[in-house]
């Protein structure tokens, strides 16, 4: 016996030309017709969105068999869209910051590493030879624009410190000697750690720093 919706669906869409790319014939079990679009399954049921705009529900075991395979494969979930990454400006400009907490706020904003420097440049020799041979060229500043986040710690002779959370970052970090930089992700893991050599220079620091976060 046919059911009073598809008896009334029938009518309806006798009387209206097609509107919508998505709307298809469905055929119940005893082979009448109608045109609608599939909005969901739950369960049993079929929701079907009429050329009217009103929603119907029908049985999937009053369908025919070709529509109970097309519920299947049209009920699949959509994929959830990707959390976009953070990201560096296109004309972003990398400069040295002085606390941690700035540098891990940026390091979340950017994606980008952490180069944690503890120097002294007032005193040390090599850090003053580091200094000059890389972190003073124009080289390397190209390369930190798009692929670092930049923290210095600056030390007196000794590695003295007015800084409190200096200190704390020196032990925690277990310094004990100058320069020493480690390069660590947004979360403070640490991926690796240096200090001066000779023949280091930025297109060398850069491997370097290519190589480390790989290991991330």
């Known amino acids: 016996m046919k059911t009073r919706i598809f008896q009334l669906v029938c009518l309806a869409t006798a009387l209206m030309s097609p509107l919508h790319a998505e709307f298809r014939n469905w055929t119940n079990s005893e082979g009448v017709k109608i045109d609608a679009e599939f909005v969901k399954s739950e369960g049993d049921n079929v929701t079907l969105r009429l050329r009217s705009g009103k929603l119907a529900t029908v049985s999937q075991a009053k369908l025919s068999e070709a529509d109970r395979e097309f519920v299947k494969t049209s009920n699949v979930p959509a994929p959830v869209a990707a959390t976009p990454q953070p990201a560096p400006e296109a004309n972003r400009k990398a400069k040295w910051l002085d606390k941690m907490d700035k540098a891990q706020e940026q390091a979340k904003q950017t994606g980008l590493p952490i180069l944690v420097l503890f120097t002294g440049t007032s005193w040390c020799p090599y850090c003053i030879k580091l200094e000059k041979s890389v972190f003073s060229q124009k080289e390397f500043q190209s390369f930190a624009d798009q692929n670092l986040v930049l923290l210095k710690l600056e030390f007196g002779p000794g590695g003295a410190s007015k800084s409190k959370k200096d200190q704390t970052l020196q032990k925690e970090y277990g310094v004990k000697g100058f320069p020493t930089y480690f390069l660590i992700d947004g979360t403070g893991k640490h991926l690796d750690q240096g200090g001066f050599h ?11 720093v290519k190589a480390a976060h790989k290991k991330s």
């Open 198 to 208: 000779d023949g280091i220079n930025p297109q060398v620091f850069a491997g370097w």
